[in-house]
């Protein structure tokens, strides 16, 4: 089923720092571990069942794999909860395993980035435990970020600060002081004014650095420092739009790019340097690509275009911007559409302009039933448009099958806090975490020998990978074939090494429902948002649809070279 690359792909340790700047242009694809393959039949994806499906990534053609969390972790926040952030968690594998599919990537030419979880712990972390059994004022609470309640008997929370999972960012604890957790109850905030800290995370890069892990995905990157001065401020911005001069007391403050700068003389030591991609989840701002400058992470992650709907307005105006505001900052840019945090992309392009998502979830995707190829085609024309676009560009598990969100989890299964902590508000978001198919028939289609951590529904059989291999109108197919073309066409109108490949403009295309962009190595994107099909003119390189002709249907994206 799959081809294994020739040599001239494998990457060895000491890789010239002439591909120190592979990242720019990189096809990088995030793995959420639980949930690719089980080598071991728990219904647990683990480090064995990803090593064992590396040479299909490879025969993918991406460049880079993304691994979510595999540490030890209780799980109450899919992992983003940690107990050890040097070891692996014994239900997907060992260190050894971890160095192994390391190995074995590097030989398929694949780079590895592994995720950094800076803002919060688990609060089965030792450091909690024993914050937990010191007195207040010990130096075992300055770990994390602990404060006495307000009101008479000091029943109030210390400030009003929310969780971004629902319901208020204080819990008290036994002896009656409270506890800052920015996300579920069981991730306590850590206190970055702390150097040991700082220390214990410059480490931990340098561990993973010295096994010789490529790079870092940094979780939450905008809230390690935070204006802890008495009295507490109020938190005017849960997740909404920030101050532009980094006032804000819990995110994006000025103080935070202290810390990435240490963090890049670290990731410089190494040939070549590490690389890195924050993640900001509020709404992106000139400030967001203050992340990315060559002297702190390089990339921060753009969701701009992942928060926008199908809609050629939408869209054009969040690459415009990307595109503007990233100008003067020396990183990447990054371009993402769907990830382990929200609903699949080919379900939401379905949606009509202005769904509540959220409800829709809600409903069971019974509020509004989506029509499978609308959501398809609509799907494979923003991916064909998202990798032509300059920048790299990040693709989640699944998405190369045209995979749907499952909206009908049986609300008894779910796992995400959201649920919880919302007070059933909100569902969550296991329906793009659940275990992707390989084959059409087996326990768990293929992605074990039994079951799955999360129910498959039914319909995941007809979009398993083996279905779908081979057969050239497949989603697939198309994925393989555009990121070979894609780097194709990189290689031949690169300037030189590291090409930083920001060269685009808009082209006039004389309808506002046709987008339409040129590229400087000669070749142009043209994405069909209007209900009828356009001409096409020129050489077409690719397409988002199977027919052939001159003409683009609705909801279709080509790359074409004019003549
Ligand atoms: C990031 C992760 C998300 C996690 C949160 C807390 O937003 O992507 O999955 O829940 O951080 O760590
Ligand atoms: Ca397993």
């Known amino acids: 089923m799959t081809t294994l690359l020739p040599d001239d792909r494998a990457i060895s340790s000491s890789s010239s720092t002439s591909s120190g700047d592979w990242w720019r242009t990189a096809v990088i694809y995030q793995i959420y571990p639980r949930s690719f393959a089980d080598s071991n039949a728990d219904g647990i994806g683990d480090l064995g069942g990803i090593r064992s499906r590396l040479p299909y990534l490879a025969a993918l053609g991406i460049d880079a794999v993304w691994l979510s969390p595999f540490y030890p972790s209780p799980l109450a926040d899919g992992g983003y909860d940690i107990t050890d952030h040097r070891d692996v968690d014994p239900r997907l594998g060992t260190l050894e395993d971890f160095d192994a599919l390391l190995a074995d990537a590097h030989r398929l030419g694949l780079r590895v980035i592994i995720d950094v979880v800076p803002n919060h712990t688990s609060e089965q972390h030792p450091w909690f435990l024993a914050a937990l059994a010191s007195p207040p004022g010990s130096p075992e609470r300055e770990r994390y970020i602990f404060r006495d309640g307000t009101g008479p008997d000091g029943s109030e929370p210390p400030s009003d600060w929310r969780s971004h999972f629902g319901g208020s960012a204080w819990q008290r604890t036994p002896d009656g002081q409270w506890y800052c957790h920015l996300f579920a109850r069981e991730q306590p905030d850590l206190n970055w004014d702390n150097q040991q800290i700082r220390d214990h995370f410059i480490e931990t890069l340098r561990f993973w650095a010295d096994r010789g892990v490529d790079g870092f995905r940094v979780d939450v990157a905008h809230s390690l420092a935070k204006d802890l001065s008495h009295p507490l401020r109020s938190q005017p911005h849960l997740d909404s739009r920030l101050p532009l001069d980094g006032s804000d007391p819990l995110y994006d403050r000025e103080e935070v790019h202290e810390i990435y700068r240490s963090w890049r003389t670290v990731f410089d030591e190494y040939d070549p340097p590490r690389m890195a991609v924050a993640e900001t989840w509020h709404p992106t701002s000139s400030r967001t690509y203050l992340y990315a400058r060559s002297d702190e992470l390089g990339q921060v992650f753009d969701f701009s275009l992942l928060k926008a709907e199908w809609h050629p307005g939408q869209f054009r105006d969040v690459i415009t911007r990307s595109i503007t505001d990233h100008a003067g900052v020396d990183g990447g840019l990054t371009w993402v559409l769907s990830s382990h945090d ?17 409800a829709w979830l809600s409903s069971n995707g019974t509020a509004l039933v989506i029509d499978e190829e609308t959501a398809c085609r609509r799907a494979r024309a923003a991916t064909v448009m998202m990798l032509a676009l300059p920048g790299s560009a990040y693709l989640y598990q699944g998405e190369e099958l045209g995979l749907l969100e499952v909206a009908d989890l049986p609300t008894d299964q779910l796992r995400d806090p959201v649920y919880e902590r919302t007070g059933h508000r909100l569902k969550g978001r296991d329906g793009c975490r659940v275990p992707i198919p390989w084959t059409p028939e087996g326990g768990s289609f293929g992605f074990g020998d039994d079951g799955a951590w999360l129910p498959q529904p039914e319909w995941f059989g007809s979009c398993a990978v083996s279905v779908q291999d081979g057969r050239p109108e497949s989603s697939l197919e198309l994925y393989r074939q555009a990121i070979a073309l894609r780097r194709e066409l990189r290689a031949a109108g690169a300037t030189g090494p590291g090409d930083a490949d920001i060269s685009f403009a808009w082209v006039d295309s004389g309808d506002p429902q046709v987008l339409r962009f040129a590229r400087g190595d000669g070749w ?14 020129g050489e077409v390189l690719l397409r988002s649809d199977s027919r052939p002709g001159s003409l683009l249907a609705p909801d279709t994206a080509a790359w074409v070279r004019p003549v």
Not at 345 to 356: E, I, K, M, S
């Open 342 to 358: 929200v609903p699949r992309h080919a379900t939401r392009y379905a949606l009509p302009v202005g769904t509540d998502l959220d």
């Open 524 to 537: 142009e994107c043209i994405v069909n948002f209007s209900a009828n099909p356009v001409p096409l003119h």
